[in-house]
Antibody
Framework: QVQLVESGGGLVKPGGSLRLSCEAS????????MAWIRQAPGRGLEWIAH????????YYADSVKGRFTVSRDNAKKSVSLEIDSLTAADTAVYYC??????????????WGRGTTVIVSS | QSVLTQPPSASGTPGQRVTISCSGK????????VSWYQQLAGAAPKFLLN???QRHSGVPDRFSASKSGTSASLAISGLQSGDEGDYYC???????????FGGGTKVTVL
């Protein structure tokens, strides 16, 4: 079954850190870019990071650059997002997605169900 | 404020056709393929189709997309109650070397 399953969300105090994980199944993981997209409560979608299958291309949105680190383990078919210096503005549902696959005109063609991060004292 | 501009809401009665616009710039919509996503209440977003009308598996042909210049649109024909939700456009932006989203459009079936 082709799917993405996120884990690692929770309640964190401001200034804290968190590591989100995503396990993939049902496709050749190393062939694809993988990304993280977040959605703050009642807000729209924000593409925050992606990493290539060969690990040589990494992208961060300006809003998270310097605090977020995306990584992947192709042997374990997993991608992670390390988040440091958390603030209330990081409160959101974080989605693991497959993509972008620009040669096919696709950005995020497969989504996980998301994991919720709440930053509060 | 989102890089791509979408109307906040759109509505129609069952069976009607609804169109959602997405406006951008030469560096994004003007140069790249636009993707559309559907987010039903309480669920994760789902890829629908792109501006070449390449549909995700299971997406009916009631959903269609088009692009002209720096604008794109999503049309839903034969509107159904199950189509109620939020719809987002997204595209690669050459100026930031990454993807950007529209603010989303809430579709209501009257």
């Amino acid at each position: 079954q082709v799917q993405l399953v996120e884990s690692g969300g929770g309640l964190v105090k401001p200034g804290g850190s968190l590591r989100l994980s995503c396990e993939a199944s049902g496709f050749i993981f190393s062939d694809y870019f993988m990304a993280w997209i977040r959605q703050a409560p009642g807000r729209g979608l924000e593409w925050i990071a992606h990493i290539s299958g060969s690990l040589d291309i990494v992208y961060y949105a300006d809003s998270v650059k310097g605090r977020f680190t995306v990584s992947r383990d192709n042997a374990k078919k997993s991608v992670s997002l390390e988040i440091d210096s958390l603030t209330a503005a990081d409160t959101a549902v974080y989605y693991c997605v497959r993509g972008p696959t620009l040669v096919q005109g696709l950005l995020a063609d497969l989504w996980g169900r998301g994991t919720t991060v709440i930053v509060s004292s | 404020q989102s890089v791509l501009t979408q109307p906040p809401s759109a509505s129609g009665t069952p069976g009607q056709r609804v169109t959602i616009s997405c406006s951008g710039k030469n560096s994004n919509i003007g140069s790249n393929t636009v993707s559309w996503y559907q987010q039903l209440a309480g669920a994760a977003p789902k890829f629908l189709l792109n501006s070449y009308n390449q549909r995700h598996s299971g997406v009916p042909d009631r959903f269609s997309a088009s692009k002209s210049g720096t604008s794109a649109s999503l049309a839903i024909s034969g509107l159904q109650s199950g189509d109620e939700g939020d719809y987002y456009c997204a595209v690669w932006d050459d100026s930031v070397n990454g993807p950007v989203f529209g603010g989303g459009t809430k579709v209501t079936v009257l």
